[in-house]
């Protein structure tokens, strides 16, 4: 199998195993749930969560039922927790699959509980600790869809969670979320429920609250940090991705050309100017135009508009058409692209469209490719 545009992720699975060992190290009693949503957060979700379970993580989560069906469809057999909220009548076909779902909200499990349920059904109850995105609130709504949920017979409370909104800024308020968690669980019987979690990335590489069983990893795993400049660490995690492309043409243009749609930029005196096969088609949008990629080590500006499907660089040499380019790589982290554009890692990893091929590397060598817009030729 082959791609035919020199523009391609290039993800290093050592990397993620590397990553989850070492997170392995920090808590070692407890379950990773390698969270993989959004096709493993750009880098490939069925072969993300494969280095992650031969790793050592026990679970997976996704957001979305179709992402769990999917992996399943690859063939992964190991539990899976859809963190979102599944219609009512899809529950069956998560019930057939094995899939975990959320019990995020009391009305919703209302409508779970006189189900015609034919299959068991594992859920996680789902509490609202105050990100007040999904997740139950009421204390009673609790302890009632607790004891409910517990008494079906054909449904397993497998899990009770919360999630935490500032575990990399506000860690007061992240405090105020895990005593409210406690308080909670301090009123059910939980003697019963496999996983207690809570912990995101950021908290994990923080704290080991003692009190859970199970942690959820999401961009750690890919190498990461949440927030740097929050979070201090006393070992090195190893980002997975990088972006590449290959110089498709290579000009000198004079002092006053106008470059790419719009003419936005014009050229201060005669200089060197690279095409680069990557656009905002590919995730690569119109904001990265003024920031820099990596020709031969050099930083070079991108200049005019982003295109569709490609953009220009300016070059502060000739150098052969064919050169490659690292648009994220180890001299451009995607913690600085974030930073750059304003935003975070998780966001510039998703964003990495379908149009990219997936190359995965194992000890340095080509172990496979994914595309997701034909598998043959
Ligand atoms: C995405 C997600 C995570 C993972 O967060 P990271 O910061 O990437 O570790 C954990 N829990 C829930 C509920 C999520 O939606």
């Known amino acids: ?60 989560a996704v957001s979305a039922l179709d992402e769990a069906l999917s992996l399943r469809q690859q063939g992964l057999d190991h539990p899976i927790l859809v963190l979102g909220m599944t219609r009512l009548r899809d529950v069956f076909q998560a019930a057939k699959y094995g899939i975990s779902l959320t019990a995020h909200d009391w009305e919703w499990t209302k409508s779970l509980l006189i189900l015609d349920l034919e299959t068991p059904l594992k859920v996680h109850l789902k509490i609202d600790t105050g990100m007040h995105r999904l997740g139950m609130t009421s204390r009673g709504e609790i302890v009632t869809a607790f004891t409910a949920l517990s008494n079906h017979p054909m449904i397993e409370t497998e899990g009770i969670y919360t999630h935490m909104s500032t575990a990399d800024s506000d860690l007061s308020y992240l405090d105020d979320q895990v005593q409210s968690f406690k308080m909670l669980l301090s009123e059910l019987d939980v003697s019963k429920v496999s996983y207690i979690h809570l912990e995101n990335t950021a908290a994990i590489l ?116 064919g050169t490659r380019v690292e648009l994220i790589g180890k001299q451009m982290p995607a913690e600085r692209v974030a930073r750059e554009l304003g935003t975070i890692p998780y966001e510039v990893l998703c964003l990495i469209s379908d149009r990219v091929p997936r190359v995965y590397f194992r000890n340095n060598e080509l172990i496979g490719i994914r595309k997701m817009r034909f598998d043959q030729l």
């Not at 949440?226 to 000009?251: C, N, R």
Request: net charge negative; with cysteine.
């Open 206 to 321: 923080q704290f080991d609250f003692k009190f859970d069983q199970g942690i959820r990893l999401g961009l750690g795993m890919y190498g990461l940090n949440p927030d740097p400049g929050f979070i201090d660490l006393d070992f090195q995690l190893k980002p997975a991705l990088s972006l590449y492309s290959h110089l498709t043409q290579v000009k000198f243009i004079e002092k006053g050309s106008k470059v790419g749609y719009g003419a936005t930029y014009v050229a201060p005196e005669g200089h060197w100017l690279g095409v680069i096969p990557i656009g905002y088609a590919d995730g690569w949008i119109r904001d990265h135009q003024g920031r820099s990629v990596i020709v031969n080590g050099m930083e070079c500006e991108i200049i005019g508009r982003v295109c569709m499907d490609q953009m220009m660089v300016r070059l502060p040499q000739k150098v052969p058409m």
């Open 1 to 60: 199998m082959s791609y035919y545009r020199d523009t391609y992720a290039a993800i290093d699975l050592d990397a993620i195993s590397y990553n989850v060992s070492q997170i392995i190290k920090l808590h070692p009693s407890k379950t990773i749930f390698a969270v993989v949503k959004a096709n493993g957060y750009g880098h490939g979700d069925y072969e993300v969560a494969k280095a992650a379970i031969e790793a050592g993580a026990g679970f997976l």
